[in-house]
């Protein structure tokens, strides 16, 4: 029996023993070689070093090895880093190794250790006491150590970057310029501002590692390394991202990485902010209207492209209208750009800028509509226009191509159009031909023909006052009414190929959605069935062509009365669509 | 000695004082050991246990099968030892700790940094915890499979259980208060496991009228979300209701194992002792002339008294020097793993961010790859079932035979090997099939949840389980033997699962071989 015993008192012994070794390494691990205190005996022996007059001494004989931390509690800090930095607000600290020198530049004389402590500006793991877990790069810490090129990202919490020196927030400005110049505003919201098709931005700088895509990023995992690799090729890193980025460099890439940073919901309490900090929130709550340029540069440029060229995404199937060239601009009225501004275009990438949602007021919608109308090409003047050569011929082809549909190919005014070569018409004379071409009839089907040159202006004018006159008087002429049953049979015919049966869209626009029955009126769809729309498959129904008939005026009123009335059934019931006016 | 204690006769009062005042030392000793020196014959040696508030729950013998290593494993010492390190450097802990949303991770950030050993003391916690319910885990396993629930000690196998599920439930408990990221998400799960009876209610659509899943959350959490109303009831179970319950139970454990006879052991031959080899020395001299005072009554078939050699040793110091050698054996383990290997703490909890996976502690983990079958069936009724099985054992299986002794009853080896493998392969074979065809719900999209609620991996493991028990049962005509079958499967297939769900499963409880090839977030 005493074998048994004896074994349990040698395990006794033996596991007691290893107990008191591990206790003891541990305390004194713990109490005498940890890290920080390591450091801060090198650091006595510098401050003896340099202990040279009567304040050096008295620092030095008052330096005691301890924890340090700076706690700022309006700002949520608790920061040790102190611990480590010691000599981190002594000026006599420049010549000695990390972690003992003094900070850079003139930052700590406005931002005293002990009011602001370290990580609101560096981020990191404040409460650490060793490198590796302050710095929390792979450590389980949402918000590691900046690096030094990076930290300025943190000043746009308490200052307006415009109002500090240049040279220390370079990386900042630049990445805020580059964010207007470059259109993000167009697919991400800012401060209320700008498209929905990406994300908001308002607090990206807060996102952690774990809130973003790092299967394709090389550790260590830092929000910013993402940010920079993602700017550079979205798809790349996130798979099936739709996002679009314009070639930048990686010095741009940085910036803007800077910047997304720097775009964090901070409480940041109000004594701690810059004054100029509290007039730009002053300016963000009263905004000053955007002009035009500036609406389109922020908002639109980016699929719309910078001149209006409009953009082809393939790699989204997108393609983004020109809506600086005539072909849209001709025969959009203001009241369909501001509609289409307000809702967006439903199925469509076109997001909604409405005022309701606070990106643009009416009044900045009106400056974009007459932005766009001002960049628009003109048509020649009536001067320009009687100095240019005519041509019979050329007016002749002009007029049977462009006017015929609905005037009639001898000026005789179709139910869509008024008649052209009636006695009163010829008594307005040539400047009331001339304004209707080159500014079209607003409300009305007759678009602008800014595409134009003066030459044809001329041919087409001089043709259409050479037309033999009619009988009757534009005076007595009324615009035709459709008849939505008529249409209904036309549009299973010729347009529910493209446009779906019900109008729901398929290749085609959804004629019969929301956005599009709001912002389209009758002579709108009159107008696209006859002309087309240059730059998309809708061909033009006015002309002849081999795969499609050309349709009598009364069949293109039909369309019209049947894709606003019939397929807009519900709109109408509380809104009646416009009828166009009885116009030129 | 005592001769010594009293002052020399004649002396006045200030000598008295004097001579009391020398003597201090001495008197107090005797005053607080009651016995005031080593013992040194056995009957000394039992007042030394008798005479001891902290000892007296021995028996004052004990017999060399339960002082044997190889019976016991000293698993139910090692739960208990780290359960003594657990309340030590819990109370520790309590002293920097902060029970509030706001505090609570910073108060960990605090202990783990600037607290000296701060980080020391918390791994021992965390260490220990493990220890602990892998012991009552492995004790539970030992004592049946050395039959010593048989009567009658039926009753304190019941006290077990619920020592294993008071342990669990310290462990979970404790797991909310970093307030970290880790924390947060697994008692989301675990207040979605209490939620689960939803499941059936909403597959009958009752919920609206009675709804004992969310009354189960709500008083879970005190609240709808995982916050503070949810940490200061963890807190306050963790630190005060548990361990309080823990206590008494454990006591009523110790106390019903004397009561029962100490441990389960099989009959002594009469007259013999030579199986020991000659080691033991006999303690009552057939046909004794003592006379013996009543101590205690203790149950047993036959009293040991009057009767030839006994297997016996003196508890003081044999046993006490076991029971010490385990309780530092326990200690240093806790404490070495302590020094290498920190207690995990995440990212501050932060519900905006979901933990993917959000995996429950290990022990849970076999449980919440049934649940991702089916909260309710897989969260709630199999490990009740499985509770009330094992409640049951003692009361079904009333055949003596086989206590005390590993794999004691005939023929409980090999079954116990087959249903090893058994349980094996159906878990394995379960899991890989689920794992590469799916299950009901990705063949069938529509089919009604209360299908799946009955039919699911989960229940038909447990059926399979039954199944192969029933047949052990007829085809051996034992009823042990089939609990043995049962038993083994059910453990066999809880340590499938746990591994399973530990390793192989990644975000979205997808399966992967190894976490390195999780895509990484």
Redesign the interface.
């Known amino acids: ?1 005493n074998d ?2 004896r ?3 040698w ?2 012994l033996g ?2 023993l ?2 008191l070794l ?2 003891s ?3 004194v691990q ?2 005498f070689f940890s890290q920080w205190q390591v450091l801060q005996r090198q650091y006595r022996a510098i401050l003896k070093q340099k202990a040279t007059d009567a304040r050096g001494q008295e620092l030095y004989r008052n330096f005691e090895i301890e ?1 340090r ?1 700076v706690s700022v509690p309006e700002l949520r800090a ?1 920061d ?1 880093c102190v611990t480590c930095h010691v000599g981190i607000d002594d000026p006599r600290m420049t010549d000695v190794r990390q972690p003992f020198a003094v900070h850079p530049g003139d930052i700590l004389e406005h931002h005293p250790v002990d009011r602001f402590g370290c990580t609101v500006c560096h981020q990191g793991q404040g ?3 060793n490198f590796r ?1 302050a710095k929390a790069e792979d450590v ?3 918000y590691p150590l900046l690096t030094a090129e990076l930290t300025q990202s943190s000043c746009l919490a308490c200052h307006d970057p415009e109002k500090l020196p240049a040279k220390q927030v370079e990386l900042l400005l630049a990445g805020q310029k580059l964010y207007q110049e470059k259109s993000c505003g167009s697919c991400h919201q800012l401060k209320g501002r700008g498209g929905n098709l990406g994300a908001a931005l308002d607090d990206v700088g807060s996102k ?8 394709n ?1 090389e550790p260590p ?1 830092t929000t910013w390394r993402w940010h920079v690799a993602h700017f550079r090729d979205p798809a790349g890193i996130v798979p099936g991202s739709q996002m679009v980025v314009p070639p930048i460099s990686d010095q741009e890439a940085l910036a803007l990485t800077v910047y997304m940073l720097a775009l964090r919901r901070r409480d940041v309490p109000e004594s701690y902010l810059a004054p100029d900090k509290i007039e730009e929130k002053y300016r963000e709550l009263h905004p000053e209207p955007l002009v035009g340029e500036q609406i389109y540069t922020a908002y639109c440029a980016a699929c719309h492209h910078p001149q209006g060229q409009g953009s082809n995404f393939p790699a989204l199937g997108v393609r983004a209208p020109a809506i600086g060239s005539s072909d849209f601009i001709d025969v959009a009225s203001d009241q369909f750009i501001l509609a289409t501004l307000e809702a967006g275009r439903s199925e469509r990438k076109m997001p909604a800028f409405a005022a309701a949602k606070g990106t643009l007021s009416a009044d900045e919608a009106q400056g974009l509509v007459a932005f766009l109308r001002q960049r628009a090409p003109r048509a020649p003047s009536l001067a320009e226009v009687e100095r240019a050569a005519s041509d019979r011929a050329l007016g002749e082809q002009l007029y049977q191509a462009e006017c015929a549909a609905c005037h009639g190919d001898r000026g005789q005014g179709t139910p869509l159009g008024s008649p052209l070569a009636t006695a009163d018409r010829r008594a307005a004379g040539r400047a009331a031909l001339h304004r209707a071409l080159a500014e079209g009839v607003p409300g009305t089907a007759m678009p602008r023909y800014t595409r134009f040159t003066a030459a044809e202006l001329r041919s087409l004018i001089d043709y259409t006052a050479s037309l033999p006159t009619v009988p009757g008087s534009r005076a007595r002429w009324e615009l035709g009414q459709g008849d939505p049953n008529a249409g209904r049979e036309l549009f299973q015919k010729i347009c529910a190929g493209c446009h779906g049966d019900q109008g729901q869209g398929k290749t085609g626009p959804a004629l019969a959605s929301h956005g599009f029955q709001k912002a389209a009126t009758e002579a709108f769809v009159a107008a696209t069935v006859v002309r087309g729309r240059a730059g998309t498959p809708m061909p033009a129904f006015g002309r002849a062509s081999v795969n499609y008939p050309r349709l009598t005026a009364q069949e293109v009123l039909d369309l019209g009365a049947f894709v606003k009335r019939g397929l807009g059934v519900k709109l109408q019931a509380s809104q009646p669509a416009t009828q166009p006016k009885t116009g030129d | 000695m005592a001769t010594q204690l009293t002052p020399p006769p004649g002396s006045n009062a200030a000598q008295e004082f004097l001579h009391n005042l020398r003597h201090l030392p001495q008197t107090f000793k005797d005053a607080w050991l009651r016995l005031g020196k080593v013992p040194e014959s056995e009957r000394e040696e039992s007042q030394a246990t008798f005479h001891n508030f902290f000892l007296h729950i021995h028996s004052v013998r004990v017999h ?1 099968r339960s ?3 190889t019976l016991t494993l000293g698993l139910g010492l090692i739960a208990t030892s780290s359960f003594i390190v657990l309340c030590i450097t819990g109370v520790l802990l309590m002293v920097y700790y902060k029970p509030s949303t706001e505090l609570a991770y ?1 108060s960990m ?2 202990i ?3 607290v ?2 701060g ?2 003391v918390r791994n021992i916690h965390r260490w220990s915890a493990h220890i602990m319910v892998l012991a009552v885990f492995l004790h539970m396993a030992r004592v049946f499979f050395t039959a010593s629930y048989k009567k009658p000690r039926e009753f304190n196998w019941l006290i077990g259980l619920a020592l294993l599920v008071v342990t669990l439930g310290l462990s979970f408990t404790g797991y909310l208060l970093p307030w ?2 880790l924390a947060y998400w697994a008692i989301t799960i675990g207040a979605n496991i209490a939620n689960s009876p939803r499941e059936l209610t909403d597959a009958l659509g009752i919920t609206a009228w009675f709804d004992p899943g969310g009354f189960q959350r709500r008083l879970l959490l005190g609240a709808n979300y995982v916050g503070e109303d949810a940490l200061i009831r963890f807190y306050i179970l963790h630190v005060f209701v548990l361990p309080v319950v823990l206590v008494i139970l454990v006591s009523v454990h110790f106390w019903r194992i004397r009561k029962d006879g100490g441990l389960a052991r099989p009959e002594d031959p009469m007259g013999g002792g030579a199986e020991w080899g000659g ?2 020395r006999p303690v009552f001299q057939p046909l004794a002339t003592k006379t013996y005072g009543l101590m205690a009554l203790v149950r047993g078939r036959r009293p040991p008294v009057n009767r030839g050699p006994e297997n016996t ?1 003196m508890s003081w ?2 046993l006490f ?2 029971e ?2 385990v309780f ?2 326990t ?2 383990i806790s ?2 793993l302590s ?1 290498f290997f920190d207690a ?5 909890a ?1 519900p905006a ?1 979901p933990e993917n996976p959000a995996k429950a502690p290990w022990y849970f983990l076999g449980i919440q790859e049934l649940v991702s079958y089916s909260a309710f069936t897989g969260g709630l009724m199999i490990p009740l079932v499985a509770l009330i099985g094992l409640a049951l054992i003692p009361f079904l299986d009333r055949r003596p035979g086989g206590e005390g002794v590993w794999f004691g009853t005939p023929g409980e080896r090999p079954v116990a090997w087959q249903s090893a493998l058994f349980g094996f392969a159906v878990a394995v074979g379960m899991l890989a099939f689920t794992v590469n065809f799916g299950w009901l719900r990705s063949w069938f999209p529509r089919i009604p949840q209360l299908v799946i609620l009955l039919i699911n991996p989960g229940s038909l493991l447990v059926l399979l389980y039954a199944g192969w028990s029933l047949w052990v049962l007829r085809q051996r005509n034992s009823v042990r033997l089939a609990a043995v079958a049962l038993f083994t499967c059910f453990l066999v297939g809880f340590t499938v699962l746990t591994y399973f769900a530990t390793v192989h499963r990644g975000p979205n409880w997808q399966f992967y071989w190894w976490p390195s090839q999780w ?3």
Do not use: G
């Open positions: 029996m048994l015993s074994l349990y008192r395990l006794l596991t007691s290893a107990t591990f206790l390494v541990a305390a713990e109490n924890l931390q608790v040790r409460p650490a006491t877990d389980y810490w949402d952690t590692r774990h809130q973003l895509t790092m299967v990023i995992h | 060399v002082l044997a290593p910073q950030k605090d783990h940094f600037t000296a050993t980080r020391f970290d990221q080691r033991v040793m110091p044999h020097w076991a010490l050698a530092m054996f200690v240093l404490l070495a020094f995990p703490l995440k990212e501050i932060n961010i895509p990484v977030h």
